[in-house]
């Protein structure tokens, strides 16, 4: 049997979703070794979405083959019950041999920037406290230069071996919720770090030091140093996939 | 001058509020260690509610004496600079010598219970997870129940060495928003873990155990034993106080 899996995750105690040679903490690898206990034989866990170490997931999917024949919403239950409180799996799903998780069409990222001087004491954990007011208005403006497609070379955090560095962004957008901003981006696939660096950009232009059309200058120029520093790891997390 | 400070923190990490003669970590000894070294004097902060182990507040209320001038709101954020990630001062305002941090007129406590199979991934350190069904009408007509003034001896933990166990409630109410059940209950004060026996009495009534008028009953037999068991601290925040 093969299984698609819907995955949240609390990213802070990992490093990264990708199963390591080292036997450091992935999310990866402590579902094969949970799903594994179950099944009673050695399980591959291939996710969609690399996430980083300290990333978060509210919808990582990743497919599963298994010779066990326990029923799809039993099994889930059964995993769910051998991993650590900050790993949930949410589905579990029978999917067809052709169904491939490196073929997304359309993944959504939020990331929560915590704009008050004062400390975010409950959500420490999931946002970037960045306390020097920023101008709302200009950073909606920047993400808009980030609507189509680009070659987003100039915010991807390394050279990259991938045929094409071209992504295109259907979504991009921010909005405020009480002392938080809420900067939400749908694309075809992104680059090592994109998200971030596209954060941290949008920082500069909120707090002023860019203009707010500065994106397709650095679009442009391919070049990583053009483009605002990465935003931390934490206030990110990957909401949901398309196939 | 004396200060009346207005105090958030992520109780998890701390055997409650007050300071104990071993030193174990308590929110008041952080609190009062912080401030004594920007004050550069012993100082002591007495708090209104004496939280247990892993409750949370956004609404304490302490106060403390200081021979140190710095203006209130640079005091403020020089002890906050001090102070570990999961405590934070939210105001500090000068007060008369006559305010009493002991004399509350209404304390409003919440309680989130999770309810849902699924486990709460990104919520886990806040809520309580009860995954059976429960039925909010009957917790709702439970809540209307409290209301008014009762002897709370059955919902007390321990022998009161207090003059009275008398206490009166002027809210208390149970809402849902999404898997999250909200508790919520202002009164004159509050008996020891009275909060947490009340949210396990009314959980009982929710899976059907105990009819939803249970509640007069428990509270005239002044017996512990009567009353359902404790729920866990993490669910519990103390919201806000007023003198």
């Known amino acids: 049997m093969r299984y698609k899996l819907t995955i949240a995750y609390d990213g802070a105690a990992y490093c990264g979703w990708q199963r390591q040679p080292d036997p450091v ?18 399980v591959t866990v291939a ?3 690399r996430t980083d170490t300290g990333v978060h997931a509210r919808g990582q ?17 059964a995993i769910n019950s051998r991993l ?9 799903e029978p999917c067809s041999a052709e ?26 954990h ?38 094409s560095t071209v992504r295109h962004i259907y979504h991009c957008d921010i909005g405020q919720r009480g002392p938080i901003m809420i900067f939400s981006v749908e694309g075809s696939g992104f680059l090592y770090h994109m998200v ?21 200058r650095i679009l442009q120029s391919k070049d990583r140093s053009q483009a605002g520093p990465c935003a931390p790891a934490q206030g990110l997390c990957l909401q949901w996939i398309r196939f």
Request: net charge positive.
């Open 99 to 124: 169904f491939d998780v490196s073929r997304a069409t359309c993944k959504r990222y939020r990331y929560l920037i915590w704009n008050q001087r004062d400390r975010p004491v409950f959500q420490r």
């Open 61 to 77: 999917v990743a497919v599963m083959e298994t010779t066990c024949d326990l029923e799809p919403q039993r099994l889930r239950m």
């Open 196 to 216: 971030r660096n596209m954060v941290g950009t949008v920082v500069e232009v909120g707090r002023g030091h860019w203009p707010s059309d500065c994106i397709p």
């Open 25 to 42: 903490p992935t999310v990866q690898r402590t579902i094969e070794l949970a799903a594994g206990a179950i099944v009673s034989h050695p």
């Open 47 to 49: 996710g969609s979405s």
């Open 126 to 163: 999931y946002v970037y406290h960045y306390w020097h007011p920023l101008q709302i208005e200009p950073m909606r403006q920047a993400c808009r230069q980030f609507l189509g497609g680009h070659d987003f070379m100039a915010f991807s955090s390394r050279t990259e071996d991938r045929l």
């Open 84 to 92: 650590p409180a900050d790993i949930s799996i949410r589905q579990l």
